[in-house]
């Protein structure tokens, strides 16, 4: 597997932990005052995301240009089913 492509994995990683933490600071912030330590602690968390994603991105998309195999390809939809279901249960939690 090219580096292209683990990188790739890691940015859909990324993605994944970017929308669900964002979802939880979204329900934190309906909690009202009681809410607001998880609020301060989930924009931290986006945050750290955002920067990890922004880290991996450009070492992933130019790969992506070029072209992937087959097993690559099944890989990067493994990770984007994983991706998927998590942001689904952390809407339906």
């Known amino acids: 597997m090219s580096a292209g492509v683990v990188k790739a994995i ?3 990683s990324d993605l994944k932990d970017l929308a669900v933490d964002g979802i939880a600071l979204a329900k934190a912030a309906t909690r009202g005052a ?6 301060f602690a989930g924009v931290v968390k986006v945050g750290a995301d955002i ?11 130019p790969e992506l240009a070029d072209g992937i195999s087959e097993a690559e390809a099944a890989q990067l ?5 994983v991706c998927v279901k998590a942001i689904v249960a952390a809407l339906a939690a």
């Open 10 to 12: 890691e940015c859909i």
């Open 34 to 39: 009681l809410g607001w330590g998880a609020v």
């Open 51 to 61: 920067k990890e994603l922004a880290a991996d991105a450009p070492s992933a998309l």
């Open 77 to 81: 939809g493994a990770a984007s089913y």
